[in-house]
């Protein structure tokens, strides 16, 4: 059984950071593409951040997140991690884990943020930025 387990969420004054951590197994983690993706209250899901290997491991993130949020994989330990800094206000959203459908990677290959493509998603971890 696929399981993505989000954690590291939690409130923050804005400026601040958080490390969001997802725990992946039931699958080889290895062979997948992964993503990040947030929800705020009453908005739909908004991709956030991607790590797909094509041609070299690539990163890729929205213009909302760019040069704060940072994406990794620890393939050794089954993990993905989104490290967060410089945090606003419109950061305040439920963060999920997700893994691509492979079967689907020549459309998320060019629009990686085609949430559509998102075939595993996990229970989502808290972010919270107050002052």
């Known amino acids: 059984e696929v399981q993505l387990v989000e954690s590291g969420g939690g409130m923050v004054q804005p400026g601040g950071s958080l490390r969001l951590s997802c725990a992946a197994s039931?699958?080889?983690?290895?062979?997948?593409?992964m993503s990040w993706v947030r929800q705020a209250p009453g908005k739909g899901p908004e991709w956030v951040s991607s790590?797909?290997?094509?041609?070299?491991?690539?990163?890729y993130y929205a213009d909302s997140v760019k040069g704060r949020f940072t994406i990794s994989r620890d393939n050794a330990k089954n993990t993905l991690d989104l490290q967060m800094n410089h945090l606003k206000l419109e950061d305040t959203a439920v963060y999920y884990c997700?893994?691509?459908?492979?079967?689907?990677?020549?459309?998320?290959?060019?629009?990686?943020?085609?949430?559509?493509?998102?075939?595993?998603w996990g229970q989502g971890t808290q972010v919270t930025v107050s002052s």
């Open positions: 997700a893994r691509y459908d492979e079967s689907l990677r020549t459309t998320y290959y060019t629009l990686p943020d085609a949430i559509a493509t998102l075939d595993y």
């Open positions: 039931g699958f080889t983690f290895s062979n997948y593409d």
């Open positions: 790590i797909i290997s094509l041609n070299g491991v690539n990163a």
